[in-house]
């Protein structure tokens, strides 16, 4: 089993920024993958943005040049920074882990990202 604690959501106005953690524990060697989604109100759970082992990325078209994930292999750690924030942003925020047995099946609870004036 793997857990996952996120932190750092909060609300920031437009054009600001704000940095995501999730700090994972438990069976973390079995990891190949960890990254964010996020899920607004009325819509379905969307990726935002993952990081594979040896440090291969990937991003939501939306986030491409504002967000960026980083990982800390020493720390079991994996952030995300938000800069350029906009309305739509607005979300919560998942914490996510990929084993090869049981894909993205990892989950945290959840951090609220409200990006409003």
């Known amino acids: 089993q793997v857990q996952l604690v996120e932190s750092g959501g909060g609300l920031v106005q437009p054009g600001g920024s704000l940095r995501l953690s999730c700090a994972a524990s438990g069976s973390i060697f079995n990891i190949v993958a960890m990254g964010w989604y996020r899920q607004a109100p009325g819509k379905q759970r969307e990726l935002v943005a993952v990081v594979i082992n040896g440090g291969v990325t990937n991003y939501a078209d939306s986030v491409k040049g504002r967000f960026t994930i980083s990982r800390d292999n020493a720390k079991n750690m994996v952030y995300l920074q938000m800069n350029g924030l906009k309305p739509e942003d607005t979300a919560v925020y998942y914490c996510?882990?990929?084993?090869?047995?049981?894909?993205?099946?990892?989950w945290g609870q959840g951090t609220q990202v409200t990006v409003s004036s």
């Open positions: 996510t882990a990929k084993s090869p047995t049981n894909g993205y099946g990892y």
